[in-house]
């Protein structure tokens, strides 16, 4: 029944997106509670369609539900435009339109004093949640990429919502306007390239339908040098869009926006769009192992890249910031990691291989899963922190606990989750990411030493965000009042707490789904494709069995309880001092930290130096060289001096020598064209 | 296309009343609107009353037209055997009556334009005439009389802005310049037609066919490639381009820039669309790649130059120089598909480009600059021009789901497939095309930037005239609805595509 409405889960935010454009001035909250109705419908439809696929008749013979209708029709190649909903649809948008859902509650208390600012804010996160709905339910790669941009416009709007310079942070990065320009165009950068792989894929496939893309036979009679060229550009548009190394260095500057905007990008939609592509085109993906293992290594280096950055910066949500690009990091890992197990068996007909594979595909969507509900609530929370203490930085807090006791504990709830304390959900889908990792050393498959050198990424990782997360949280709620507690206006009202609570539920709890067939369900998505009916061997308890009776779960705990100790010691008792390490801030890798590997000038060097330098230098050869040129030879020629002043406009003869010379080069072309071609 | 409706509907009435001259019925229906403009200025004394005659004839002409493309058998034919009337030339009418169209409407109210009103009508109505018939040409000489017609209207509507010195400057370059062009047509004309005795396209075909690759055919075709290079600015013929549109009335810098612009590739598709048949021999391979040299030079050089520029009116000059660029892909590629991409294009890019000149135009009127600085908090100030302003500017980058991106879509896939086949041939074609789109993303944002994310030194509301926000919503809805639902537009351009192709004779 309601599957077949499932359409309506990006309609109906789009819908009150023109409601609040159009009238938000005139309602209450600017249209806030509009917005929040809208995300409610979406979930609710969301749920009742997702249950009904789960218990449905399609889902129990491994297909996804389709449908579709044209869209346009281009020479032979139809274009069309419909729903895809497979297991995978089904949790993403579950978990973005639940998160999205509690973020705009959540607005309504943080966002409560932007007075007629408000409508803007509501009208653009609600064409926000239409483009992450309508992203994950898309049947082709066309519609997907339609919807992909719409949320990179919103996310450009939304980042330079707040145009003013914010008094803390990196100095690189002081302006909204210059970070949402930079978040635009980098991600961009990804967008062109996701672009390119998909003419490929329409050049050799004859369709962007997931139907026929994924199809084993279509793939089967393609080019495979052509997909893997397709699975690189289309790589790429992920690398862009979840921000993983190099073109990490967006994400953190998009810290400008407003902390809800953060919350909804690193947590419901946006970076996890990247993650979803990449999952989505799994079965274009494992034809290559090689494309999997360097999706695994960008993951697996971004991990450890972006927590080393984290360990010493001083603005809660920046800390935030690096530590959802390394989580992201992870899910690649694990995505990359399972797909080359996965492609590896494939080739070689080996089902264990495949099963482990399938284990990894889980593991990657798992945590993403696991990321958004963990992520929202540390984002909310620290919007709390800054909503109450009217500061970003954190060595002005210290003490917080006292005063917001909800925040406090929400906040710990979630870093223990992140962290990957045993039981909490963090905690799952960590470990397996972890086992992923190990997989082919633990069951004989010959310890390949890039899985060992991702095991180790992954693990040391485990360590950093331990410790970071708890720097913050103790820097934060622990220690000294700081001088912006003591002006703190205390807890923050009903409307942004709530939210906190429900998603702190979820943090503890929503990694316990694996245990309940979660993982099943999640393979599923790639039975429908690829064939292999139900490859899931690992199922609810032997997860858990195999996740506790691994050596290496234990090393992973110690190092976790470590690292919490660690911040521990070091910023709340006190007893181990930071600056015995950096010596005191000077040191030359602390440096390279806070200048963020100097990432920021490498992009400038380029894009400035580059990009506008070329701009200019082309502006220049067409006014001073080309012009000059030309009046040189003018001047010679027709020998008089002023040819310059002869004309009133000084350079119109330019323009008729210009035709004229280009008439002479274009039968120069034809004729060399036509000598190449071996005529004449 | 079939709605019943117009189908069952009896027009035989268009015939009693144009006899033989059906075919070039909306053309004269134009001209008659031309000729009569200066003369209801001198009854009336009123600007507004001749513009709204002229609306009220362009709406004539455009239903006119839509009627007979709907009945099509009934109405295709020709005239005197130099004019004919075809799904083609039908559909490229309506293109160029929107243009006229949406000219006339952003002119009603507009401030630069003091006097002279009943000539500045005459010259928007004849230069449209003049394009209507380039479409339904069949003749090199008609092509070169119709282009012509709008050339020497344009120079005089260049320079009607009497009180601005840059206008006057601009209309003297531009007709040097147009001069140079024309000369160099007619040279390439005669070149042809000394080598095939005809001017009839159709006939040339099979003439230079058997002649092969010569040098004299080479000269005619490049010649002929200059002069309407002019028309659709290509580099390197594009240098008038920036200084006529900055110094124009804006809304004749639309008229150019979306109008005479097209006719420009509309002149060159019919005379080129001999080769699209042809295209294995090795004539057709010399001049594809000179096609496809052009366009990658033009996009690139256009794009990277309006970085650069501070005036949006130059701004909005080299965007287009570019996106000539992009429609020039069908002239390399030579397929019937890559002809639908380009016509798609030159539909979207009507919509987009006038919207965004139109906008200026208003916002010139209601006292605002033409620098891109003067456009900072724009939101705020005139918060659905800016906003359709965003929109344009956007679908000219080609950001989903609006216009632009679906025709450049596919537009650049035809450079990889042609017609079910894959051609490896202009893949780096497309390659530079879609880095390009990404590089006019940069000026493209720093304009909505400056609109939505700076904030300049006043506050105060802009005063937009009514006509002037209709005018632009006319334009945004068409930059939506062609870029969600584009399907009956591909169909009818599929058919007339197809059409063109088909009659060419071997």
Known sequence: MMLEYVWLTPLIPLLCFVIIGFFGNKMPEGGGYVAIFGALVAFVVSLVASYEYVTGDLFAISLPFVQEMNWLTIGTYEINFGVYIDSLSCVMMLFASFISLMIFVYSVGYMGHEEKKRRRYYAEVSLFLTGMMGLVISSNYLEMFVFWEIMGLCSYLLIGFWSFKHGE?????????????????????????FMAGLFILLNEFHSLDYAIVFAQANIAAVDPTALTVATLLIFAGAVGKSAQFPLHDWLPDAMAGPTTVSALIHAATMVKGGVYLVARSFPIFVQNPDVMILVAFIGGFTAIFAASMALNNMNIKRVLAYSTLSQLGYMFLALGAGGYLMAIGMQTGNNDLIALGALGYVAGVFHMINHAFFKALLFLGSGSVIHSA?????????????????TSITMLIGSLSIAGFPLLSGFWSKDLVLETALAPAQHGLGAEWTFTALFIMGIVTAFMTAFYMFRMWFMTFRGKEGEATRHAHGESPKTMTVPLIILAVFAVGSGLGIL?????????????????????????????????????????????????CLGWLMYCKKSVDPGRFNKNGES???????????FPQIYNAISWKLGYGVAKGVDYMDKEVIDGTVNGLSNAVVGTGDSLSAVQTGNLNNYAAWVYTGVIVLVAIVVAVFIVNGGI | MSIAFIDNLDLSVISTVFGSTVPIAPQIVIILAAILSPAIYLLTKKGKAV???????????????GVMIAQGENFYGEYAGLFAFDPFSGLMMLLFLAVAFITVLASLNYSEMTKYKGEYYALILGATAGMMFVAGSSNLLTIFVGVEVVSIASYAMVALKKNDPRAAEAGFKYMVIGAISTALTLFGMSMLYGVTGTLVINEIGPVINGLGFTMPVVIGLV????????????????????????????????????????????????????????????????????????????????????????NIKRMLAYSSIAQAGYILIALAVMSQYAMQGAMFHMFTHVFMKAGAFVIVAA????????????????????????????????????????????????????????????VT???WLALVAILNSAISLYYYARVVKAMYIETGESQEKVKVKGVYTFTVLLCVIGVIVLGVYPGPLLELIGQAAGDLISKIPL
């Open chain 2, 425 to 427: 041939d202009w893949i």
């Open chain 1, 588 to 598: 030359r890798f602390y440096r390279l930290l806070t200048k963020r590997y100097y």
């Open chain 2, 363 to 422: 916002l010139i009127t209601a006292g605002l600059g033409e620098r891109i600085e003067d456009y900072r908090g724009l939101a705020k100030r005139a918060p659905f021009m800016a906003f359709a302003m965003l929109l344009f500017l956007f679908s000219l980058a080609g950001i989903p789901p609006l216009a632009g991106f679906t025709s450049k879509f596919v537009l650049f896939s035809s450079a990889i497939y042609v017609d079910g086949a894959v």
């Open chain 1, 390 to 406: 009217g500061t970003e930085d954190m060595r002005k807090m210290g003490g917080l606990g006292k005063k917001m006791k909800i």
């Open chain 2, 223 to 310: 010649s002929i490639i200059a002069g309407y290079g002019f028309k659709i600015a290509a580099v390197p013929f594009h240098m008038w381009a920036p200084d006529v549109y900055e110094g124009a009335a804006t809304p004749v810098s639309g008229f150019l820039a979306t109008g005479s612009k097209k006719m420009g590739f509309v002149a060159l598709f019919k005379i080129f669309i001999v080769l699209f048949v042809l295209a294995s021999t090795n004539l057709a391979e010399s001049m594809q790649w000179t096609f496809a040299v052009i366009a990658a030079i033009t996009m690139t050089v256009g794009n990277l130059v309006a970085i650069s520029q501070t």
């Open chain 1, 516 to 564: 309940f067939g979660l993982s099943n369900a999640i393979t599923e998505s790639l039975s429908c494709t690829l064939g292999y009916l139900h490859i899931h061997t690992h199922t609810g308890m032997t997860i858990a069995e195999d996740i506790f009776t691994n050596v290496w779960t234990y090393v992973s705990i110690v190092l976790t309880l470590l690292g919490i």
């Open chain 1, 169 to 193: 942070g990196d100095a690189a990065s002081q302006n909204a306007a210059s970070a949402a320009k930079k978040a635009f165009i980098v991600t961009r950068l990804g967008d062109v390239c």
């Open chain 2, 51 to 65: 513009g709204l005659f002229a609306l009220l004839m362009i709406v004539i002409s455009g239903i006119l037209t």
